[in-house]
């Protein structure tokens, strides 16, 4: 998906209190020569889905089909992933100007012995949703459900069935991809199709009944395309929907859009310029609001995208507080995770192999925060280290024809390793990379501390650690070191959690 947004300063920063989680980091083996980390599921609030009242606030995340956890139930180290998507010469070399399509992959599993492994590992992703706070996914709805042409057609329907089983209040929201197949569809043939996923009773509804119905880039069609849309729904289907467009600008379409949308949303950007705390990102929920919509406000990490040879500076993990703030201090109605699982846009939250579960733990208080609508207490110390595998400038030694750039108007890049800590007390932070070392002396609270990665030859190891009183309380260090001469170029944050000593 692309993302078209307004370019602002970023304005302020976050430092409040919030609730933290505890996640287990353990080491899952080798893939392709890369350190892979795992992770238990996050310690995380029931799932409200159950009261799904008119001021219920709902976390949903965004599923791209075409990524489940494994694609042909092989060995990690010869998987599809593996030998196709993160090798550069994979696919029979279609990517390998930029490297291979893939920089990061879900974190890999056994080979399974169930006679419907698919199933049975979408079941698993609802469950690591369910236990980081989500209430849902967005589906993205790629192409028809009998497409027999493309192996994840039928995913969308599997992952209906996955939610009911696991929990019926884990609900999925129905989101055409209006960007491809189904934006070449008429009315007629997308009411069938959308009828056919909305018989599953995970498909997400309102207390009142109607169907939601979310499009992503809906301003692919006309207002009163959509309003048809809506008729035929209900004279042909007997389906009343509740239509909630995302946009990739949302000011443009606005006022065409509110009368005919219950919600309304826009995809967002990816770094703290496009996502500033004040200004127009409030602007522009309470402008939705005053048009009688409710607002599903995106959340992002990062955003990378080899193939297209551009990313964005998500300043460690100041893009991530940033669009958890906007959507607390705006009084945003839902959020949406942008996205669980795109691998080939680097905008992951799922469990993976180079930020494990740390992103849903990170994301778990925020999340609790924007449900209950206070900061949460913090119950136990908590430490997130973040950094890059190279320096931003650093030239892969694969022979790459297509590097990123910087997207135009972003956060200008930075190299930086980031601790992010949650304390219950103050103490004092040091993050060391390589022989650079930064020391904070932090409050209680949410705090930052951060160190520039230096340059060189050699690789260099990367770590933190939480103290007090002399005693070091958690320790976080990074499996990935930055590396002086990187295979290919990978502008993705790794993270990982700190562990007591």
Not at 260 to 285: C, E, K, Q
């Amino acid at each position: 998906m692309a993302d078209s947004v307004r370019r602002h300063v970023l304005a302020a920063s976050l430092g409040r209190r919030v609730r933290s989680t505890v996640i287990a980091f353990c080491s899952a083996g080798a893939v392709v020569g890369l350190l892979v980390a795992c992770t238990a599921a996050p310690t995380a609030p029931a799932n409200p889905l159950g009261d799904q009242g008119p001021d219920a606030k709902l976390v949903f995340a965004h599923y791209f089909p075409p990524y489940p956890i494994s694609i042909d139930n092989l060995p990690a180290e010869r998987d599809y992933y593996s030998t196709e998507y993160l090798n550069p010469g994979g696919s029979g070399g279609a990517n390998a100007a930029y490297g291979g399509l893939l920089r990061d992959r879900p974190v890999p599993r056994p080979v399974s012995d169930h006679a419907d492994w698919r199933s049975a590992d979408l079941e698993t992703e609802v469950r690591q949703a369910i236990a980081a706070g989500i209430d849902g996914f967005t589906v993205n709805l790629l192409t028809s459900a009998a497409d027999g042409g493309l192996w994840h057609a039928d995913v969308p329907t599997r992952l209906l069935r996955a939610a009911h089983a696991v929990d019926p209040k884990f609900k999925i929201m129905l989101m055409p991809d209006m960007s491809g197949t189904p934006g070449t569809w008429s009315v007629a043939q997308l009411a069938a199709e959308l009828a056919g996923w909305a018989a599953e009773p995970a498909a997400y509804r309102l207390s009142t009944g109607p169907l939601v119905v979310s499009p992503y880039m809906a301003e692919k069609r006309p207002a009163a395309w959509w309003s048809e849309l809506v008729a035929v729904m209900s004279s042909a289907h007997g389906i009343e929907v509740a239509l909630a467009p995302v946009f990739t600008v949302y000011d443009t379409y606005a006022a065409d859009y509110a009368p005919i949308s219950y919600a309304m949303s826009i995809w967002g950007g990816r770094n703290p310029a496009f996502n500033p705390v004040s200004g127009f990102p409030l602007d522009t929920i309470a402008d939705a609001h005053s048009r009688g919509a409710r607002w599903m406000q995106p959340v992002s990490m990062q955003d990378y995208r080899p193939r297209n040879g551009i990313f964005d500076e998500a300043g460690n993990t100041e893009n991530l507080r940033n669009t958890w703030t906007i959507a607390i201090a705006g009084g945003a109605d839902w959020v949406q995770l942008v996205t669980w699982n795109d691998h080939s846009e680097g905008t992951s939250f799922a469990p993976s192999m180079y930020h494990g579960g740390a992103l849903l733990g990170l994301s778990s208080y925020f999340l609790r925060w924007f449900k209950s609508g206070r900061p949460p207490a913090i119950e136990r110390d908590e430490l997130y280290l973040t950094h890059r595998q190279q320096l931003v400038a650093t030239r892969p030694t694969y022979p790459q024809t297509v590097l990123m750039t910087l997207r135009p108007g972003s956060t200008p890049a930075r190299d930086e390793a980031e601790a992010l800590v949650l304390l219950r007390e103050p103490g004092t932070v040091a993050v060391r990379a390589g022989s650079q070392v930064a020391r904070c002396t932090l409050p209680a609270g949410l705090g930052i501390c951060a160190v520039s990665l230096p340059g060189g030859e050699s690789d260099v190891t990367v770590s933190a650690y939480l103290e007090r009183a002399g005693d070091v309380v958690l320790v976080a260090s990074s499996p990935w070191p930055v590396r002086a001469h990187p295979p290919v170029q990978d502008l993705q944050y790794t993270a990982t959690m700190g562990v007591a000593p």
